[in-house]
């Protein structure tokens, strides 16, 4: 045990024996006791889904929006696994084979390696005249039965990408995955260990768009400079998608998807924790000021586009002074990509890549279809290199996430600040921890109890507009002396400090030495259990791509009452204690909000993702560096102490305190310190 700690535990000894002959031990402190009526949370029943109607924040400056949409456009890459961003990327080598000439256009079979093992299968269609370079479009293509192959009236891949070709334009339509010969890996597929790292099938596809973005930028016929998208349906998300994570396109029309109040109904459409915050009207807003055309019909969920989101991304284009960058078009069908609204994208495509404004050169002209060995890029599949599975990509790139992690965390100061820039933004967007203003928080008093050395005061805690409800007690002492306040976590809740035999051994010590001190009880603990229990996610499609996981609102209720205790008691940030898995949990809150000395209990927790999954189930929270990365805020804020730490855990807790030069602000102890101890780390 830290000699630190050790210091003044006689005299807290002493403190403690006289507390319990003055009769701390008492009956139990509860909030909701003598008939008090519950405060209903709402995050047990107001919850997000795929089909309710959500409107846009407004912004009310150019400088609010633009801070959002650089939020957004992390936001994105991190739910898709590319936060850290892959900035460095390999050339694409591309195999571009077999052509076919057809009227006004050539096609060719292409296929590449995105990453090692993961190829991206298309058909390059090129104009036939040599007026270059061209501008490029990538077309990705929704869940039509056969993929980039479909053609029928609702719907032709082929007339699409001849269309654009005959108009100059150089089209590439690619496979999602799972379809025609991207077939390595089923389309449908999800895993809860990859959602820790950010590992998932629409991940994999939108990094597959940024290399087709890639690809098309090294054809020597493209102008880099005029890249676009379109595609429908899940053709659509992956438009929006792929605009909010790369900004190469000057001109992006997502057809018959944008739409408030249905977000996409595959699981390819919903990567963990997208839309948790935001819906995908805002997401597409990140494309302004460029230009953007929604196609909508109706005869889908993108009716309304003309009253509803065509009028929400306006406001955003309206900021930049630029209304007329955002236009709309609905045609009276069911849910397609037909002739209509093709004809409404090569008007627009015109206009924005080739300066042609002319509506007569976006009717479209008869054609015929290549044949379908004329598309089949692996019609034979022993013609397929060697690919990896859906299994094999996914450790593939999870042992690639580790090794980057691994190999970046810091060893000195200098390299600290450039680390946590890297991996600091992916740890936010995983916990998408609200630090609410002092204004924002809602505080019901229900009730004072007198205790030996001060008063005990019954609270619920909330932040204005969530309706969220954190049991509390609130101690405050009779006598108050300088020093931090103290907010005691523990996954059982506050009973661990104020249990059935009234006020414990550490809040009384603490409240003795004139310390306020707040015992929680966090999300689904304690007095926050309803009655009966529920299962949140159930009937909920993509619970997580819309919701924060339990341990997730555990990590912010810390917050929430970090933020209240600072005006309850009128002081700095508190000290902060956490018992049992809630340790885990103070950690990341912890780095979420400047707290002051962290004590906490690690709970054996090893670094692996079945504890993750079962303990502190958070997704992307891998992806991040996890509470590696959390630990790297602590040096400087007071000190840390932390015990029954896992051997898998200790190096990454000496390494951070390490690069920081601040190993004297760590301690670090085989088993829980007596109260006594712990209270005297607190007092110093």
């Not at 690639?400 to 890297?422: C, G, I, M, N, Q």
């Not at 619920?460 to 969530?466: D, F, L, P, W």
């Not at 002492?477 to 300088?482: I, Y």
């Not at 000395?597 to 504890?611: G, H, K, T």
């Amino acid at each position: 045990m830290s000699s630190c700690i050790c210091a003044g535990a006689a005299l807290l000894s002493a403190t403690l024996a006289s507390l319990i002959q003055a009769g701390a031990a008492g009956s139990p402190i509860s909030v909701y006791d003598q008939g008090i009526e519950r405060i209903p949370d709402t995050r047990l029943s107001d919850l997000r889904a795929i089909e309710r109607t959500y409107s846009m924040p407004e912004c009310a400056s150019l400088e609010e929006w633009e801070a959002r949409a650089a939020w957004l456009r992390d936001h994105v890459r991190a739910s898709t696994g590319l936060l850290p961003w892959p900035g460095q990327r390999p050339p694409v080598e591309a195999h571009v084979f077999d052509r076919y000439v057809g009227e006004g256009y050539s096609v060719e079979k292409v296929y590449f390696e995105s990453r090692p093992g993961l190829f991206v299968t298309g058909n390059l269609y090129r104009p036939l005249d040599t007026q270059e370079p061209f501008p490029a479009v990538a077309s990705p293509h929704g869940h039509w039965q056969l993929g980039r192959l479909h053609h029928d009236d609702l719907g032709s891949l082929p007339g699409r990408g001849i269309g654009l070709a005959r108009r100059g334009m150089v089209a590439f339509l690619y496979d999602m995955m799972g379809y025609v010969d991207a077939d390595q890996m089923e389309h449908r597929w999800s895993d809860a260990r990859g959602n820790l790292w950010g590992v998932s099938v629409a991940g994999i596809q939108t990094f597959n768009s940024v290399r087709v973005l890639d690809f098309l930028s090294s054809l020597p016929d493209v102008d880099p400079d005029r890249l676009a998208v379109t595609g429908a349906s899940g053709g659509g998300t992956q438009t929006f998608l792929l605009v909010a994570v790369d900004e190469r396109p000057a001109a992006a029309a997502p057809v018959n998807m944008v739409s408030a109040s249905f977000q996409g109904g595959c699981i390819c459409e919903n990567p963990p924790g997208l839309r948790v915050q935001t819906l995908n009207p805002e997401i597409v807003s990140t494309m302004a000021p460029k230009p953007l055309l929604l196609v909508s019909c109706t005869g889908d969920w993108t009716a309304n586009t003309p009253e509803v989101e065509g009028p929400m991304v306006r406001s955003v284009y309206e900021l930049y002074g630029e209304p007329s960058g955002v236009r709309w078009t609905q045609v009276d069908a069911a849910h397609n990509y037909n002739r209509e609204s093709r004809e409404d994208v090569y008007e627009f495509l015109n206009e924005a890549l080739m300066g042609n404004s002319d509506p007569a050169a976006a009717v479209e002209a008869p054609f015929e279809a290549p044949p379908v060995e004329a598309l089949r890029v692996f019609a034979d599949p022993s013609e397929a290199p060697p690919r990896l599975t859906r299994e094999e990509l996914t450790e593939s790139l999870i042992e690639e996430k580790a090794r980057a992690f691994s190999e970046a965390y810091p060893e000195s100061r200098r390299e600290l600040e450039r680390f946590v820039d890297t991996y600091g933004p992916a740890l936010n967007h995983s916990l998408l921890v609200d630090v609410p203003s002092p204004e924002q928080i809602q505080v019901t008093e229900l009730g004072d109890t007198e205790v030996p050395c001060g008063v005990a005061r019954r609270l619920v805690i909330g932040r204005a507009g969530v309706g969220d409800a954190i049991p509390a007690v609130l101690l405050l002492p009779e006598v108050r002396r300088p020093g931090r306040p103290v907010l005691l976590v523990s996954d059982s809740g506050k009973s661990a400090f104020i249990g059935p035999r009234g006020i414990g051994d550490l809040a009384s010590t603490l409240l003795a030495f004139g310390r306020p001190v707040l015992a929680i009880d966090p999300f689904l603990t304690g007095e926050a259990v309803p009655e009966p229990p529920i299962d949140r996610a159930a009937g909920i499609e993509f619970f997580a791509t819309y919701n924060k996981t339990d341990a997730a609102e555990r990590v912010q209720d810390i917050v929430t009452a970090s933020v209240a205790l600072v005006d309850l008691a009128g002081r700095p940030e508190p000290a902060l204690v956490g018992l049992g898995d809630a340790g885990l949990w103070c950690l990341l809150a912890a780095w979420a909000y400047p707290h002051g000395p962290v004590a906490c209990d690690l709970a054996d927790f090893p670094l692996d993702d079945s504890a993750f999954l079962e303990r502190l189930d958070i997704p992307l929270l891998r992806q991040a560096g996890d509470l590696r990365t959390a630990l790297l805020a602590r040096p400087g804020h007071g000190g840390l102490l932390v015990w029954n730490v896992h051997p898998s855990f200790e190096p990454w807790i000496n390494r951070a305190f390490s690069a920081s030069s601040a190993a004297s602000e760590l301690e670090v102890a085989d088993s829980r310190p007596q109260d006594a101890r712990l209270a005297a780390w607190l007092l110093r």
